[in-house]
Structure formats: structure tokens, C-alpha cells
């Protein structure tokens, strides 16, 4: 088994223990209607240096846990295939006895937020910008529904030797091709690229980011929102 097959089988498993774990207690399961939401913030691009995008990102995980939902983030850097670690929180499980939910998921989602951001390091450890590699971890994560990921939709894959903002045609199509199979699992998923653009120069650098992603979610019947900011989705 390669390292990457291998890092996968591992974050799935662990994913599985960590969507009913929390703070070293037993909990409860997600119920089937949990909404299991995956955060991914892109370290590489311009938006991770935009404050506006960490309140965001705030705000997104608030709003997962009014809707007792079950909560994966990662922070990408160029390889997170083999860098990342994740980080669970499952709001959905059973507060301490005499805590009102609603009002233990506000303070968990507040520690969870703040615990998240001061994780974000401003060097990534493997060049490159990794978006693709998230969105495959996220596609290998169990009962996902909707992914959301801060980045300037810019695409610098080294192993596969390609560059978005340099990239022909040619070289585009064969990175759609590269990775439409390894995103099978983005089926029914919603997507939301929140920042795409930001910092970017050319429109043509843009146009081919949207021609990718476009490809490679709703090319495998998920649904792409690619937009500025959160309040515009």
C-alpha cells in the first residue's frame, strides 16, 4: 500500500472515531441527520492572509453548531495528503448534564474556531497549494454534505507538474483527467470556493480555475458555488 492509500485508510478511521469522540468522553453517534460539514482553509493563497475570511470562518463554524452538525477542518498546504492532520468536532453529541445545547455548541464552537486559526502556520511545509488533495480527503471522508474551503482557486500541483496560472489547455484537460476519478466520492456534495480570485492578476488565471473545479465537482454530481465571499453564496 502507497503512503497516500494509506494516509486515506487512516483518516477515514480516524475520522470515524473522532465524529463520535470529543475532549476524551464517551458520546453519542451523529444522528442520520446530522449535517457533516468538512472546513478547509488553503495556507498558500492570498485569502489566508485576509482577516475577514478568518471571521468567516468563524461565523461558518457558529452556524454548524447551532445546527448540532458534525465538523471536520483542515488546514492545506502542498501536500496535505501527507501533512495534514484533522481536527473533529461533533455538535450533535450530548452536552454535560444540567448545559442547554444550544448554549454548550455556542462555547465549543467558539474554542473549536479559535483552536482552528491558531493552528494556521504562515509557511506551508510542502510547497505547492494542495486544494485538490483536500478536496479528495474530504471525498474520502464518510456521509460528507457539504465542503467549504477558503482559497484564491489558484491550483500549483508540483508532483503532477502543473501550475494553473501557467497552464494550456492541453495541460488543463489533462489535470481534469488527472483527477476526476480520485473525486468520485464529491457525488451530491456541495463545494463552496469562498475568496476565489483574491490576489489573483489575470483573468484568464481565474476562468481556467472555475473551468477546473467546475470539471472535477459538478463533473462527479456535486454542486459548485464559487464565490467572494460567505454573505455572497
Not at 3 to 9: D, R
Not at 16 to 32: D, K, V
Not at 39 to 64: F, M, P
Request: with cysteine; net charge negative.
Amino acid at each position: 500500500m502507497n503512503t497516500n492509500k494509506a494516509f486515506l485508510v487512516s483518516l477515514a478511521v480516524a475520522a470515524l472515531a473522532l465524529s463520535g469522540c470529543g475532549g476524551g468522553r464517551a458520546t453519542n453517534s451523529s444522528p442520520a441527520s446530522a449535517r457533516r460539514v468538512v472546513l478547509e482553509w488553503d495556507a498558500t493563497g492570498a485569502t489566508s492572509r485576509i482577516a475577514s475570511y478568518r471571521t468567516e470562518l468563524k461565523n461558518e463554524v457558529v452556524h454548524v453548531a447551532a445546527e448540532h452538525g458534525d465538523l471536520f477542518a483542515v488546514v492545506l498546504d502542498g501536500q496535505p495528503l501527507t501533512t495534514s492532520s484533522v481536527t473533529a468536532r461533533n455538535f450533535a453529541e450530548t452536552p454535560p448534564d444540567g448545559i442547554e445545547p444550544n448554549h454548550a455548541n455556542e462555547a465549543l464552537a467558539a474554542g473549536f474556531a479559535h483552536d482552528f486559526i491558531t493552528s494556521f502556520t504562515p509557511q506551508e511545509t510542502v510547497a505547492g497549494s494542495g486544494q485538490l488533495q483536500g478536496l479528495m480527503l474530504a471525498a474520502q471522508t464518510p456521509h460528507v454534505g457539504e465542503v467549504v474551503l477558503w482559497s484564491d482557486g489558484v491550483v500549483n500541483e508540483p508532483a503532477d507538474g502543473f501550475d494553473l496560472s501557467a497552464a494550456s489547455v492541453p495541460e488543463l484537460n489533462a489535470e481534469i483527467a488527472r483527477w476526476k476519478p480520485k473525486l468520485a466520492g464529491l457525488r451530491g456534495v456541495t463545494v463552496v470556493i469562498v475568496g476565489v480570485g483574491r490576489g489573483v492578476h489575470r483573468i484568464a488565471t481565474v476562468e481556467r480555475a472555475h473551468r477546473l473545479f467546475s470539471a472535477l465537482v459538478e463533473g462527479n454530481g456535486g454542486r459548485l458555488v464559487w464565490t467572494p465571499t460567505l454573505a455572497q453564496r
